[in-house]
Every structure is written in structure tokens, then in C-alpha cells.
Nanobody, 125 residues
Framework: LQIVESGGGLVQPGGSLRLSCEAS????????IGWFRQVPGKEREGVSC????????HYADSVKGRFTIERDITKNAVYLQMNSLKPEDTAVYYC???????????????????WGQGTQVTVSS
């Protein structure tokens, strides 16, 4: 089982990035998928998640209206479209899998079971 994030980089405030979470060894609609972020010295924060059924999607209050989680089963990937980026969005972003939660739910809280290596997002002028 492998999870690989990509798409991070340096962007100016107000800009956009699209993060990718590519899965191998499992189907992205088999378990709930979450996006998290972490700044050095702070706890990891849940950003968004999508349930197995796709009927449950959640966003952290800090990103609502700016970020969108999408799942592409044909590509076996989950994406995080990030618009109107702010300097406080700067963090390492992680994709993770929750194998325990029911198919109709997802959570922005830990624990998740499998994690990618993370991708750095820096929002700065």
C-alpha cells in the first residue's frame, strides 16, 4: 500500500495549487481519505476528508469556500484544489487513509492509518 502526494510548491497569496494524492495497492474509494497539514511546532491539522460513499465531505473552517476535495476513481487519486491561498496555509500537506471508519463517514480528527510523505506548500510574496 502506497500513498504519494505531489503538487506542492511556492505560490503568491491569492494564488492556487492543486495537490494530488495517488494511491497504489488499494482503491481510493475503498477507504476514507483525508488531507492534513502541519507546521513545525504545531499539531497536525485536518483540512478535508471524503468518505467511501462520497456522500460525506468535510472541510476545516479555515479552508471552507477556498479548498475543494475531489476523487477520481479512474485515476485512483484524490485531489485538493486550493484557491485564494493565504500565508497561513503554508504547511506540509499530507494525504492519509482511514481504514476503520464506516463507509458513510469521514473525519478530520486523527487517527488515520496510512500516510504519504507529504508535500510542502509555501504561500509567500
Amino acid at each position: 500500500l502506497q500513498i504519494v502526494e505531489s503538487g506542492g510548491g511556492l505560490v503568491q497569496p491569492g494564488g492556487s495549487l492543486r495537490l494530488s494524492c495517488e494511491a497504489s495497492g488499494f482503491a481510493v474509494d475503498y477507504w476514507a481519505i483525508g488531507w492534513f497539514r502541519q507546521v513545525p511546532g504545531k499539531e497536525r491539522e485536518g483540512v478535508s476528508c471524503i468518505s467511501v460513499s462520497g456522500s460525506s465531505i468535510h472541510y476545516a473552517d479555515s479552508v471552507k469556500g477556498r479548498f475543494t476535495i475531489e476523487r477520481d476513481i479512474t485515476k485512483n487519486a484524490v485531489y485538493l484544489q486550493m484557491n485564494s491561498l493565504k500565508p497561513e496555509d503554508t504547511a506540509v500537506y499530507y494525504c492519509a487513509v482511514d481504514t476503520e471508519i464506516s463507509k458513510y463517514r469521514c473525519s478530520l480528527s486523527l487517527p488515520y492509518d496510512y500516510w504519504g510523505q507529504g508535500t510542502q506548500v509555501t504561500v509567500s510574496s
